[in-house]
């Protein structure tokens, strides 16, 4: 039963790593863009909802509210304002100005912040748990794992159902017939980059809630986000959904082994599937 | 006489260091078929990047009605009514064939042109309407880059090299349609290599060589001869 508890706990465990990769994924596909801070947009959006927590009182759930559309409003004018002007045919600025953005967050939040650990108070929900056959499940983690199943159904029906999916599909496809069909790429990239930093909000906060956090975490979660995404492979939203769960199989499996094991375990999971298939699980199926 | 749709004044088109189109001086009529030939190379593609703003220009260089669009973005022109069918298709593979055809109405615009109207002109693509457009056949591929086009409801449409890898009956089928298409007061360019296809649709004729205008005619008065001095340079 315990090993019954360590694979269900992975799997909810999951969740939360899908939520990190979605806004990854999602950039990563309309723009081809390797976003090193994602990681540390992550801790902003935890630090954020610690704010708005303490200064009003709210609930951590009811302060995404407020932390999510901040969070987008932030992506966009990143978007329009630095990561557009980094965009071409090379792949390196973006990488550079990305990593260098990552250092100036996370010692922005260090100043403002210091590198105490904090922890965004949920009350009651951090401890709840409801008894499934035999297990004990923290409400917080299927809650979770339910939110990231949501999250990526929304981004699906967005991309497959909506004109601004179908904009951010063919933008990712050719970016200069887009542009020729009216759409502003550095728009609709804008959009997508409010979108992305829209879902990690909730992720951050999530995470916030869940363990203590400081600033220096992010890069830890920008790894995690990564593996996701390639153990699903590219450009398939549900597949990163399934790379979350197997990565955090894989550590709550190794964690179990022997608690020092947890991280190193999800990482030897990462390379042994990308040593089998090498484009990850589910390369890009569209729907 | 008419104000021109388009006119193009001294346009110098450059890419880096190395210059395509030198001082191209070219006019469109309302609701007129112009065609421009020209060898590859000679710079018929710039001029259409040019025009469509893919390519940015000096000041006044491209005029589209009232507005100078020499500066202007591809997407704020595509606002003004001004679409284009790109040479090889270029379809956006990750869409359905009825999305590709949505997003050229993207731009918001009204007029004849719909879902509706496009399946009507091509009956194929209504049935192939959900399948990815890469599954398509070359010709059906066209039929979507030029309904696409025409879900802008545009007043100036381009094609560039609509007839370029096709099988030759596909391109006499396209042709035929064509004088449908454009019938309703656009105004056109046709690209093309093919100089008896792009004659015979037309009024006018450009050719172009080496980035600058050799002839400007009536596409039916002008000389075989004259065409060939002006497509090759030869004497």
């Given at each position: 039963?315990?090993?019954?508890?360590?694979?269900?706990?992975?799997?909810?465990?999951?969740?939360?790593?899908?939520?990190?990769?979605?806004?990854?994924?999602?950039?990563?596909?309309?723009?081809?863009?390797?976003?090193?801070?994602?990681?540390?947009?992550?801790?902003?959006?935890?630090?954020?909802?610690?704010?708005?927590?303490?200064?009003?009182?709210?609930?951590?759930?009811?302060?995404?509210?407020?932390?999510?559309?901040?969070?987008?409003?932030?992506?966009?004018?990143?978007?329009?304002?630095?990561?557009?002007?980094?965009?071409?045919?090379?792949?390196?600025?973006?990488?550079?100005?990305?990593?260098?953005?990552?250092?100036?967050?996370?010692?922005?939040?260090?100043?403002?912040?210091?590198?105490?650990?904090?922890?965004?108070?949920?009350?009651?929900?951090?401890?709840?748990?409801?008894?499934?056959?035999?297990?004990?499940?923290g409400v917080l983690p299927v809650l979770t794992f339910a939110v990231a199943v949501a999250v990526i159904w929304g981004l699906q029906w967005t991309f497959?159902?909506?004109?601004?999916?179908?904009?951010?599909?063919?933008?990712?496809?050719?970016?200069?017939?887009?542009?020729?069909?009216?759409?502003?790429?550095?728009?609709?990239?804008?959009?997508?980059?409010?979108?992305?930093?829209?879902?990690?909000?909730?992720?951050?906060?999530?995470?916030?809630?869940?363990?203590?956090?400081?600033?220096?975490?992010?890069?830890?979660?920008?790894?995690?986000?990564?593996?996701?995404?390639?153990?699903?492979?590219?450009?398939?939203?549900?597949?990163?959904?399934?790379?979350?769960?197997?990565?955090?199989?894989?550590?709550?499996?190794?964690?179990?082994?022997?608690?020092?094991?947890?991280?190193?375990?999800?990482?030897?999971?990462?390379?042994?599937?990308?040593?089998?298939?090498?484009?990850?699980?589910?390369?890009?199926?569209?729907? | 006489?008419?104000?021109?749709?388009?006119?193009?004044?001294?346009?110098?088109?450059?890419?880096?260091?190395?210059?395509?189109?030198?001082?191209?001086?070219?006019?469109?009529?309302?609701?007129?078929?112009?065609?421009?030939?020209?060898?590859?190379?000679?710079?018929?593609?710039?001029?259409?990047?040019?025009?469509?703003?893919?390519?940015?220009?000096?000041?006044?260089?491209?005029?589209?009605?009232?507005?100078?669009?020499?500066?202007?973005?591809?997407?704020?022109?595509?606002?003004?009514?001004?679409?284009?069918?790109?040479?090889?298709?270029?379809?956006?593979?990750?869409?359905?064939?009825?999305?590709?055809?949505?997003?050229?109405?993207?731009?918001?615009?009204?007029?004849?042109?719909?879902?509706?109207?496009?399946?009507?002109?091509?009956?194929?693509?209504?049935?192939?309407?959900?399948?990815?457009?890469?599954?398509?056949?070359?010709?059906?591929?066209?039929?979507?880059?030029?309904?696409?086009?025409?879900?802008?409801?545009?007043?100036?449409?381009?094609?560039?090299?609509?007839?370029?890898?096709?099988?030759?009956?596909?391109?006499?089928?396209?042709?035929?349609?064509?004088?449908?298409?454009?019938?309703?007061?656009?105004?056109?360019?046709?690209?093309?290599?093919?100089?008896?296809?792009?004659?015979?649709?037309?009024?006018?004729?450009?050719?172009?060589?080496?980035?600058?205008?050799?002839?400007?005619?009536?596409?039916?008065?002008?000389?075989?001869?004259?065409?060939?001095?002006?497509?090759?340079?030869?004497?």
């Amino acid at each position: 039963m315990d090993w019954v508890n360590a694979l269900v706990q992975g799997m909810l465990l999951g969740g939360l790593y899908a939520l990190f990769a979605a806004g990854l994924s999602l950039i990563f596909g309309v723009m081809r863009l390797v976003n090193i801070a994602h990681g540390d947009l992550i801790i902003l959006a935890a630090y954020l909802g610690l704010t708005v927590t303490t200064a009003t009182g709210l609930h951590p759930l009811a302060a995404l509210v407020i932390v999510v559309p901040t969070m987008a409003l932030i992506g966009y004018a990143l978007q329009r304002g630095l990561l557009n002007q980094t965009l071409g045919d090379d792949l390196l600025p973006p990488l550079l100005v990305t990593f260098g953005l990552s250092v100036i967050l996370q010692n922005g939040l260090l100043e403002i912040y210091t590198a105490d650990p904090q922890k965004i108070n949920a009350g009651a929900l951090e401890t709840a748990s409801i008894a499934v056959g035999g297990l004990q499940l923290g409400v917080l983690p299927v809650l979770t794992f339910a939110v990231a199943v949501a999250v990526i159904w929304g981004l699906q029906w967005t991309f497959y159902h909506t004109s601004l999916g179908r904009a951010f599909r063919a933008v990712s496809d050719n970016q200069d017939i887009a542009q020729l069909m009216g759409l502003n790429r550095r728009h609709i990239f804008g959009l997508a980059m409010a979108l992305a930093l829209g879902v990690t909000a909730i992720g951050g906060i999530l995470l916030g809630i869940r363990t203590s956090f400081d600033p220096s975490i992010g890069g830890g979660r920008l790894i995690f986000g990564f593996e996701a995404v390639i153990i699903g492979g590219l450009g398939n939203l549900w597949g990163t959904l399934a790379g979350g769960v197997i990565l955090g199989v894989a550590q709550t499996i190794g964690a179990k082994i022997d608690p020092g094991w947890q991280v190193l375990s999800g990482h030897l999971a990462f390379l042994l599937i990308l040593a089998i298939r090498p484009n990850g699980l589910f390369p890009r199926i569209s729907a | 006489m008419p104000e021109p749709i388009l006119q193009m004044q001294g346009l110098d088109a450059h890419y880096g260091d190395f210059q395509a189109l030198y001082g191209v001086d070219m006019h469109v009529e309302q609701g007129e078929v112009l065609s421009i030939i020209g060898a590859n190379g000679a710079g018929k593609t710039t001029l259409m990047r040019s025009i469509t703003g893919l390519l940015t220009n000096g000041p006044g260089q491209v005029r589209y009605r009232d507005h100078d669009i020499s500066q202007l973005r591809a997407d704020e022109i595509a606002v003004h009514g001004l679409a284009m069918v790109p040479e090889g298709r270029q379809l956006f593979p990750s869409l359905s064939v009825r999305e590709n055809l949505m997003i050229g109405a993207q731009v918001g615009r009204s007029g004849p042109w719909d879902l509706q109207a496009v399946y009507k002109l091509f009956p194929i693509l209504e049935e192939r309407k959900d399948q990815a457009s890469t599954s398509l056949s070359g010709g059906q591929q066209q039929m979507v880059a030029i309904g696409r086009a025409l879900m802008a409801n545009p007043d100036l449409i381009l094609f560039d090299e609509i007839s370029l890898g096709l099988a030759p009956i596909i391109i006499r089928d396209i042709y035929k349609a064509l004088p449908g298409i454009i019938g309703t007061g656009m105004s056109a360019i046709i690209v093309e290599q093919d100089i008896s296809k792009a004659l015979s649709v037309s009024a006018r004729v450009y050719c172009l060589q080496e980035g600058r205008v050799s002839l400007e005619g009536a596409s039916d008065t002008v000389s075989r001869d004259d065409i060939s001095r002006a497509y090759f340079g030869i004497e």
